[in-house]
């Protein structure tokens, strides 16, 4: 019976699995995979109890509405610092210049392009969190 060769891809797959870094954190995925793990290796004259599964299933659903709760939270201080920042526009703030003093000029536009907004101020791109304070902007 002849054996079939690898094909390339199929090579470069298991080269990847094989080499790929380990999880470091728990998701549902690991902890359903070792649920059904401990199920297929449990001792047929004493198996599970029942209470220990659903224990065990529900410290699955926790964990999953956790990490839920956690996405929610940084989407939600993402969009918080969007709307300060765009709440900027046209006001006077000052920051603290490569040199150690304080700069200040008008916020005339946001750039949303990174994880931080940047502030456009007098056209210095500043990041938010460097911003130092906010005062009206004087009228004549």
Not at 12 to 33: C, H, I, N, R
Not at 73 to 86: D, K, P, Y
Request: proline share 5%.
């Amino acid at each position: 019976m002849p054996i079939d060769a690898i094909a390339p891809t199929d090579a470069a797959t298991y080269a990847a699995k094989a080499t790929s870094a380990p999880k470091q954190e728990m998701d549902g995925e690991m902890f359903l995979s070792l649920l059904v793990t401990q199920l297929q290796n449990q001792d047929p004259s004493s198996p599970m109890d029942t209470n220990q599964m659903i224990s065990q299933t529900t410290q699955l659903a926790m964990m999953e509405q956790i990490t839920a709760l956690t996405t929610t939270g940084t989407e939600n201080f993402s969009l918080q610092m969007r709307t300060s920042a765009a709440a900027l526009i046209g006001q006077n703030v000052s920051y603290t210049g490569a040199d150690g003093s304080t700069v200040s000029g008008i916020a005339s536009a946001v750039s949303y392009v990174g994880s931080v907004p940047q502030v456009t101020i007098d056209g210095v791109s500043i990041a938010l969190d460097a911003i130092s304070g906010v005062t009206a902007p004087v009228t004549a």
